[in-house]
Structures are given as C-alpha cells and as structure tokens.
C-alpha cells in the first residue's frame, strides 16, 4: 500500500493521450503534478501556451482549455517552471469534415434472401476531393453485441460481409447499426451511424413467376416468401407502358398480343427484390378481332333468270394468332364454296350470302351479304361520276332518296380481280390502282343488311399515257412530192386520244420543215421536194397526256421527168402543163440524119429527141 502511495504521490502524467478531434473543436487536457512541486507550464510544439488557458485545480492537477483548435498534428507538453522538467505530453491530430470525407449511405441490405441470410451489403457515396487511395472498414453492432466490430473492408464504396451469423433468428431482434471509417495515409475518418431495423433490409429473393393467358385477362402467380412478414409486390407488363398493380390477375390484355411480365416483391420497407426473369405469353384470340371483308358482285339474269353471283372475301385476323388454320366457307342455298373468289348461281329471288370462319369446330365468325330480288324496287345511286387525278380514281355520285347506312364500291380492271371498299359519304377516292389500266367501277347503297342494286360508271383510265406508237406505212416518192401515210397502234388500253400529227421532214442539210394535220388524218403529200435528193421523215402525235414519234424513215426523190412514164394520171396533167409552158421542140434541130454516127453523137441525138417522144406520147 505505501509502495502504492508512493507511486500515486509521486506520478505526473497528461490526459488523455493521442486526441483525434474534429478540426475547430475545444478540448480540455489534464496534467497530474504529483511528483513536481511548484508551477508548471504549457508547450504546443515546443511553444509556450499562454498562462490563462491554465487552471490549477490543485496541488496534484492543472487543466488546460484549448478553444477552437485548429492544428493538424500537434505535441502538447507539461513541463515544471523549477526544474524545467517534461512532466508528460500527448499527441492531437485533426480531421475535417468538409476536407476529408463527407457520407451518404445509399443502402445496407442482406440481398437475395428467402430463409437464411448470409451476406450482409452496404453501399455508401463518399465526397473526396482528393483521388487518395482510401481503404473503408464497416464497423457493425446490433443488440447482442453492442461494440462495433469490423465486419468486412474494401477499397470501394460497397462490402459484403459473411460474417454475421444471422442464422439465429434472435439476431434480428432489434436495431442494428453500421458505421464506415475511411483510413488513408494522412487521416481517418467516421461516417455517422446508419441504423436499421434488420427487417427492414431484407431483399427477397427474386419470384419465379407462371403466367396463364385467357382471351381477356392473364393470370399471373409467382413465389411467395415463406416469411409470415407482410410482403408486397410489383407486377410489369405491357407493350410499352408500365403498370403498377397490386393483384394476380392483370385485366382487359388485348387479344393475340404477346406481354411480357416481370415481377419483384418487397417486405415492408425493405428494398425491392430482382425483377423476375421475364416471362412472354400470346394472349387468346378474341373472334371479334376476326373481322370479314365480304362482298358479291350479281351478273345481269341469263334467260332463265338465274343469276351468277361472283362471292369474295378477305379475313382480316390479329397479326400473330395462336390459330394457324382457319377454314372459310360461304354458302347459299345449298350451294358451299371454299375459298375466295367463287361463283354461285342464284334464282331471281333475294338471297343471303352467309359466310362463316371456323378453326376446327369452333366459330370464330361469321357475316353475310344480301343478293336483292331481281324485281326488288331498291333505289340505286344516281349521277355517278368519275375522274382521274394523277393515278387515283376520284369516285362520286349522288345519293338515292331513301336512307341508306353506307355505300359499297367495287373496282376492277380485268373482270377477275375485284376490290371493294365501304364508304359512309357520297365520294370516294381509289387509290393503289394499276397504273393506266382502265377500271369498271360500281356503287351499290346500302341499306342495314340489305343491299340495294348496283350502278356502273363509264370504265375510266387510272391514269391516262402517252398516245399510241406511230408507224409509218408507206412513202411514195416522186421527184418533188412525196406521199406519206402512217397509223397509229396502241399496245396500251389507256393511251391517250391523238389530237394532231405533225410531221417533220428536210434533207441532210436541213432545215427541218414541219405540218401539222388534225387527228382524222393519217397521209400528207409533202410538196416542194428537191429532185434526187435523200430525205428523213417521222410523224409525231400529240395527245392532250403527252407525245409519241414515229421512227424516222428515209426515201429518195425521183430524177426530174424520169416518174413521167409511169405516173399516174392525176400527175400527167399537171407534167403536162408545165411541158407546155417549155417551148416546143424544133424537129429542125433532131440530127435524125445522123442515126449511124458514132455512139456519143447517138446518145446526144436521143437526149434531144427524147421530150420530143414524151411530147408525142402526151
Ligand atoms: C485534487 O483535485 C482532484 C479533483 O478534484 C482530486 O481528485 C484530488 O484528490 C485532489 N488532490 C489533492 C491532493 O487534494
Ligand atoms: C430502429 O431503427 C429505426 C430506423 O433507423 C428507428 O426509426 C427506430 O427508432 C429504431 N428503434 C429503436 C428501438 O431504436
Ligand atoms: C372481345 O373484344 C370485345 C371488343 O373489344 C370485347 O367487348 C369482349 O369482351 C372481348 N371478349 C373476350 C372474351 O375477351
Ligand atoms: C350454310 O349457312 C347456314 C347459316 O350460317 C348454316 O346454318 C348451314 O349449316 C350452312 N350450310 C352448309 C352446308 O355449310
Ligand atoms: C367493263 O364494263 C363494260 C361495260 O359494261 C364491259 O363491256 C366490260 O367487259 C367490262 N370490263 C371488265 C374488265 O369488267
Ligand atoms: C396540236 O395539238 C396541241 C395540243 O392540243 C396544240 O398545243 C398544238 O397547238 C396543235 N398544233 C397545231 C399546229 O395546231
Ligand atoms: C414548224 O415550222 C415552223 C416554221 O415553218 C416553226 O416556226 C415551228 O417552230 C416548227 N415547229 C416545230 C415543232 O418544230
């Protein structure tokens, strides 16, 4: 004991030791005396503290009180005024919280848990200025055990720990807290404590979902927890938008549609589990998404007042359907067909056309269309009139004075192939048409269920072309005239009617001279030819739509007056008058004396007595 006595009387000490404070605190430092008498001083880094910041409480202790301290890393010394002796000292190091670490916990949770956690996570955000190489620490404490102890590390802002042994549910008894401390080379610092109540961080594990498709609804079930604890869920669906429900069963899905479904689950205020793997389904078909384009065209009565009855169809189903195979058929008194089109033969008496679509036994739907009696006093539309606009058929006409429900068009270019279309107004236009093919198009009005009887229009051009090609026939060629003819040939249904030819022709040396004749005319004597001269000719016809050529054709003018001989007689007359105009040869000057001279001179004899003969002749 008095050994004891003597080591407390004599000790002389500074507490506590090494400090780590937050930069700007106060703090209070004692310095136990003991075993100096007298004053005692202060040092900070060698330098004297001033007086008053010291309190001698008595003989054996001295507190000093530090305001605002501000030094990074500081030595505080006592020391004894008489012998000038170190009684003790401690160490102060300083951190910042706005210069070293500011923290945000984002979440700590046990993730994917169904019945034993084992993983423990927590993720933070830490505000550093600096790129230092931190090294974190998670410190953990719950109820049973009360200090903090580390349970995992890192050098980023996520840890997983293995090390908390929750398989003791008494674990989960009350709160828990986690704190992060950050350590690089030059300071440390402390998050503040994150505290949770272990329920609620427990993510569920990921559900395994099955979904059942009805034509209407889907019925969606997944895995529940096995946890008593409330549990919620999320279900994700749909084309584009994203749902948020709360039930099994996800209403009004549009028919043959493909969903896709996702879930996740939640206890409490826990965090959301994964999504679940997405599951796809084809909802059912709905047979009103089967919907029937279904019109007949009925053929003028044959003596025997039957009547052909062309029936055609189109099925217009979902673009995916979980039914491959449908089978279409339309009857009529007894007749049955198929497929579309088909021709049936009907009496003069009114008719219905029904159509039905199965898949197997099942109907999925059916329409019909009626065949009015021959004799039945339906009114027709009236005033029918069409035009074509650059490849579209503008279609209009007027409607009949009883009330009708809407108007059936029908359109066809070759009799075999025939479109048809609705309309609820007294004008429609045609489009997709072929280009230049001419079209026979009828309206019929409707009246319910009832149609009335058919108007046709004059059959009229998709659009209208080029007149047709230009040939040329024949050229016949005197020695300065020439008579031209050509036709015209039109490969085209809808080519355009030809308003006026010209044609153009001139020798190689030109000029190209033009006439232009009105389209009755298919020849023209081109007059005023140079004799044996080489010329081109082509036609070209102009119609309102556009323009066609001939190929060019060459032909030669005939020598002056060697034609005369043969040339027919309208052309003699006129030869002749010219002759006339000549003066008469004198047969003074005809060397007929000289027939045996030389071959030269009998040659230049001939020459002169050759429009002599001709003169005769005529
Ligand atoms: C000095 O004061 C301290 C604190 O009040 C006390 O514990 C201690 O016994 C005192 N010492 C003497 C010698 O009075
Ligand atoms: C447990 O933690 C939660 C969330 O931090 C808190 O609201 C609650 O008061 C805590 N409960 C107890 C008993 O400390
Ligand atoms: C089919 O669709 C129609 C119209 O969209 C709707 O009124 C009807 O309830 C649906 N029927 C089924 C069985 O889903
Ligand atoms: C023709 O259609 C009617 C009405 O849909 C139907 O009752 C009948 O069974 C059909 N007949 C044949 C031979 O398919
Ligand atoms: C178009 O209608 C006219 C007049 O009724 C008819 O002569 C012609 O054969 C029809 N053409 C087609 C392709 O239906
Ligand atoms: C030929 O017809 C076209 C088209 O109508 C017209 O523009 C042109 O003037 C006519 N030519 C003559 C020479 O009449
Ligand atoms: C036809 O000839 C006349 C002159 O005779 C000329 O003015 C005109 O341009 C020619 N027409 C064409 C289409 O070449």
Redesign the pocket.
């Known amino acids: 004991v008095s050994a004891d006595r003597r080591y407390h009387a004599n000790l002389c000490n500074v507490i506590p030791k090494d400090l780590y404070i937050e930069m700007g605190s106060d703090i209070e430092v004692l310095c136990q005396t003991s075993c100096a008498s007298g004053k005692i001083f202060w040092t900070l880094n060698s330098r004297p503290i001033d007086e008053s910041l010291s309190n001698v409480i008595n003989s054996s202790l001295t507190v000093l009180s530090l305001r605002t301290f501000t030094h990074h890393n500081a030595t505080l010394q006592c020391h004894s005024a008489n012998t000038q002796q170190i009684l003790g000292g401690t160490t102060i190091r300083t951190y910042s919280k706005t210069n070293i670490a500011d923290f945000t916990f984002l979440l700590c949770i046990f993730p994917h848990v169904d019945v034993v956690p084992h993983l423990f996570t927590c993720k933070w955000e830490h505000q550093m200025n600096s790129s230092l190489k931190i090294h974190y620490t998670v410190l953990y404490a719950s109820l049973l055990r009360p200090s903090y102890t580390e349970i995992c590390s890192s050098y980023v802002t996520t840890c997983t720990s293995k090390d908390i042994d929750l398989s003791d549910k008494v674990h989960f008894f009350?709160?828990a807290s986690v704190i992060v401390r950050a350590k690089a080379t030059a300071w440390e610092a402390y998050s503040n404590p994150y505290?949770?109540?272990h329920y609620d961080i427990l993510q569920m594990i990921r559900p395994e979902v099955t979904v059942t498709a009805f034509p209407d609804h889907l019925l969606v079930e997944w895995t529940r927890s096995p946890s008593t604890r409330t549990c919620h869920c999320q279900v994700k669906y749909g084309k584009v938008k994203t749902y948020t429900v709360w039930e099994y069963t996800i209403q009004s899905v549009e028919s043959c549609t493909h969903y896709n479904i996702l879930v996740r689950c939640a206890l409490d205020k826990a965090p959301w589990s994964d999504w679940s793997r997405e599951t796809t389904v084809l909802t059912k078909l709905n047979k009103s998404d089967v919907k029937l384009h279904l019109w007949r065209k009925v053929a003028e009565p044959k003596k025997n007042a039957i009547r052909n009855v062309h029936i055609m169809w189109t099925v217009r189903k979902p673009l995916i359907t979980p039914y491959k195979n449908y089978m279409t058929g339309a009857n009529s008194t007894g007749s049955l067909c198929y497929s579309s089109p088909c021709d049936i033969d009907v009496n003069q008496d009114a008719h219905r056309i029904n159509l039905t679509v199965f898949h197997g036994e099942i109907l999925l739907t059916e329409d019909s269309v009626y065949v009015p009696a021959t004799v039945e006093s339906l009114l027709k539309v009236t005033d029918l009139q069409t035009s074509n606009l650059k490849g579209v058929i503008l279609v209009s006409w007027k409607a009949p004075l009883q009330p009708v429900s809407g108007y059936m068009i029908d359109w066809t270019h070759n009799g075999n192939q025939y479109y048809w279309k609705e309309s609820k107004y007294t004008n429609t236009r045609l489009l997709d048409l072929l280009d230049k093919k001419p079209y026979n198009i009828t309206v019929t009005p409707l009246f319910g269920d009832k149609t009335g009887h058919g108007t046709q229009a004059l059959q009229i051009c998709s659009r209208v072309g080029n007149p047709g090609n230009v040939t040329i026939i024949s050229v016949e060629a005197k020695d300065k005239s020439a008579i031209l003819s050509w036709s015209t040939r039109s490969q085209e249904e809808c080519s355009g009617a030809v308003i006026n030819y010209t044609v153009f022709y001139g020798t190689q040396k030109g000029p190209t001279l033009n006439v232009t004749v009105d389209y009755t005319k298919q020849d023209l004597c081109l007059k005023d030819l140079d004799p044996d001269t080489q010329y081109s000719v082509y036609v070209k016809a102009t119609a309102l739509t556009g323009t066609s050529k001939s190929s060019e054709r060459l032909f030669k003018t005939k020598r002056y007056g060697k034609w005369l001989v043969n040339a027919p007689h309208g052309y003699k007359k006129l030869q002749w008058k010219k002759f006339r105009e000549k003066p008469v040869p004198n047969p003074g000057h005809s060397s007929v004396a000289l027939w045996s001279s030389p071959s030269y001179q009998k040659v230049e004899s001939r020459s002169n007595i050759t429009p002599m003969l001709n003169w005769l002749r005529e």
């Open positions: 009350g709160n505290e949770f109540d």
